[in-house]
């Protein structure tokens, strides 16, 4: 069974530009999850969607944007690029919400904004 | 808020040697416990979970985890360890139930000598 599927694994962004990261959930995983992790804050919560919808969303502004398509893919965007948004991004599925925190993880989209 | 604390960066240790990572969270309602890891190259993956029951689980590679609800606390342990548990150990919360939003700690970077 493939696992989580993210893409891509590394970028290179400018400071105001814009990015979108997708994710590949495990076949029949109908929730996806993202973080971001950092050395500085460690791993933080982004978003959940399950069936489209957005479930819960963490302490982040409102660049950091996501959706959910009906084949349970999910791509997150960040606009207007800041320094700090450089890290890593991470995708993980679940096979429902009421999995808690069951998660199954990819190896991530590498950001960096110069 | 939810908070996870894990006091130990960077534990090194010889193979054979008794390993205890310690994890503490605070949170205030009914809490879902979990471990998971980070092997050198690969992306992260659950080694076991507290959901309700019995407060010793077993995990994955004689791993074991103990919560102790007077304190807190959920501190991963195993007898034995081997060079191929090095790894980075992440302890989290479920912050609420029927959710994966997941509280992280920072982790602890473990290096096995053999």
């Known amino acids: 069974k493939a696992g989580v599927t993210q893409t891509p694994r590394y970028l290179i962004k400018t400071r105001g530009q814009q990015v979108t990261l997708s994710c590949s959930p495990i076949?029949?995983?109908?929730?996806v999850s993202w973080y971001q992790q950092t050395p500085g804050q460690g791993l933080q919560f982004l978003f959940e969607y399950f069936s489209e919808t957005q479930r819960n969303k963490g302490n982040f502004p409102g660049r950091f944007s996501g959706r959910q398509f009906s084949n349970s893919r999910s791509e997150m965007n960040v606009s207007t690029l800041e320094l700090g948004d450089s890290a890593l991004y991470l995708c993980?599925?679940?096979?429902?919400?009421?999995?808690?925190?069951?998660?199954?993880f990819g190896e991530g989209s590498r950001l960096t904004v110069l | 808020a939810q908070s996870v604390s894990q006091h130990n960066h960077h534990v090194i240790l010889s193979e054979a040697a008794s390993l205890e990572l310690g994890c503490n969270y605070s949170?205030?309602?009914?809490?879902?416990l979990f471990w998971y890891v980070q092997y050198p190259g690969q992306h992260l993956q659950l080694l076991l979970k507290?959901?309700?029951?019995?407060?010793l689980v077993k995990g994955i590679k004689g791993f074991e985890a103990e919560f102790i609800k007077s304190k807190f606390s959920f501190n991963l342990r195993k007898p034995s360890v081997q060079w191929s548990d090095t790894a980075e150990y992440f302890c989290?919360?479920?912050?609420?139930?029927?959710?994966?939003?997941?509280?992280f700690g920072t982790g602890t970077r473990l290096t096995v000598i053999p």
């Open positions: 949170y205030g309602g009914t809490v879902n």
């Open positions: 076949s029949g995983h109908r929730s």
């Open positions: 989290a919360v479920n912050g609420r139930t029927g959710a994966n939003n997941l509280f």
């Open positions: 507290y959901f309700s029951g019995d407060p």
């Open positions: 993980a599925s679940s096979l429902h919400p009421a999995n808690t925190g069951e998660l199954f």
